[in-house]
T-cell receptor, first 110, second 115 residues
């Protein structure tokens, strides 16, 4: 069974700090990796995707992928209270069928 | 350019009833996927439709069925509702001809409550 694991949190960081969110996956055939942000009561919003080993930066967000370790992470620099949400890690191998982790709740305290 | 649209936004049904949820894909997209998100959990893949046929299916019982129309819009039907079917139902669309790596964007979802 293909699994994606995340620490449920909550992860609490002070405003301005770096938040580090982690995810591991079991299917070595996974080729695409996504991070979604979900505010309470809302639908998931895509914030980052990465396909190759290494780092990918977009503004305050950096996604990191290590396929050998089956590990993907999301760093949020200069965290803001508005970043407080649940972050969902998702992976796919083909056909755009996503397998999601349970999400990590992030709390950024002013 | 409208994104993925879903209707209704909220729905309350009684156990044993049937429900139909609707999804219109983003302009230019021809593939629709449905996900179920129970409270406090990540979304789970239900099925995907392309060319009016179910192409992939997750681990959901036959009570969950779907349809895709020639205009690429889609319906999700759930029969014999159970309390455990209470969830946020999400629809996402994509273009089949693009790379399988295409990121999915979700609609706003339909919140189904079964009492």
């Amino acid at each position: 069974q293909k699994e994606v694991e995340q620490n449920s949190g909550p992860l609490s960081v002070p405003e301005g700090a770096i938040a580090s969110l982690n995810c591991t996956y079991s299917d070595r055939g996974s080729q695409s990796f996504f991070w979604y942000r979900q505010y309470s009561g809302k639908s998931p919003e895509l914030i980052m995707f990465i396909y190759s080993n290494g780092d990918k930066e977009d503004g305050r967000f950096t996604a990191q992928l290590n396929k050998a370790s089956q590990y993907v992470s999301l760093l949020i620099r200069d965290s803001q209270p508005s970043d407080s949400a649940t972050y969902l890690c998702a992976v796919s191998n083909a056909g755009n069928m996503l397998t999601f982790g349970g999400g990590t709740r992030l709390m950024v305290k002013p | 350019d409208a994104g993925v649209t879903q209707s209704p936004t909220h729905l309350i049904k009684t156990r044993g009833q049937q429900v139909t949820l609707r999804c219109s894909p983003k302009s230019g997209h021809d593939t629709v996927s449905w996900y179920q998100q129970a409270l406090g959990q990540g979304p789970q893949f239900i099925f995907q439709y392309y060319e009016e046929e179910e192409r992939q299916r997750g681990n959901f019982p036959d009570r969950f069925s779907g349809h895709q129309f020639p205009n690429y819009s889609s319906e999700l039907n759930v029969n014999a509702l159970l309390l455990g079917d209470s969830a946020l139902y999400l629809c996402a669309s994509s273009y089949h001809g693009s790379s399988y790596n295409s990121p999915l964007h979700f609609g706003n979802g339909t919140r189904l409550t079964v009492t």
